[in-house]
């Protein structure tokens, strides 16, 4: 990753986190298909293969998972 002073200062600040109360409800697999591809190395962030074949792709999820409230996400 480039170390410029610019990059270093994100690198300082930047931590992804998945805070239980808005993230609860989400799946370990989602977290760590958002990690992955959030991940600020481009080294190690997946590239368009490796999020097609990540695990969290072929979850099957049940149909009460889709019952959401629009209001939930506000």
């Known amino acids: 990753l480039n170390d410029s002073p610019e ?5 300082k600040v930047y931590q992804l986190e998945f805070p239980e109360e808005e993230w609860g409800i989400i799946s370990k697999e989602a977290k760590d298909f958002l990690s992955k591809t959030m991940e600020l190395d481009p080294k190690l962030r997946y590239n368009a293969n490796q999020c097609l074949n990540h695990p969290w792709f072929s979850m ?15």
């Not at 990059?7 to 690198?11: D, F």
């Not at 099957?60 to 506000?74: D, T």
Request: proline fraction near 5%; hydrophobic fraction near 40%; aromatic fraction near 10%.
């Open 7 to 11: 990059i270093n200062e994100i690198k």
């Open 60 to 74: 099957k999820i049940p149909k009460s998972a889709l019952n959401f409230r629009q209001e939930s996400f506000i």
